[in-house]
């Protein structure tokens, strides 16, 4: 499953960091994170980094799967 997630504000590139598989980019006033996420305890691991870093999760969402050609 590939998920993104959008984050309130600009993350620093330390707080980035402290999600080392997933890939992101800054938009206005947001932080979208985007990437392969493995199973539902994986999911909630996410989430409890994200609240335990004080980030504001705005939107989250399963993006549909690419094709394999």
Request: no cysteine; glycine share 10%.
């Amino acid at each position: 499953m590939r998920y993104e997630i959008r984050v309130e504000g600009h993350m620093s590139e330390t707080l980035t960091k402290a999600f080392p598989e997933l890939g992101h980019v800054k938009m206005a006033g947001q932080t979208v994170l985007f990437g392969p996420v493995v199973d539902d305890a994986h999911l909630y691991g996410l989430l409890a980094r994200f609240q335990s870093l004080g980030l504001r999760v705005l939107e989250m969402r399963q993006l549909p799967e690419g094709r394999a050609d």
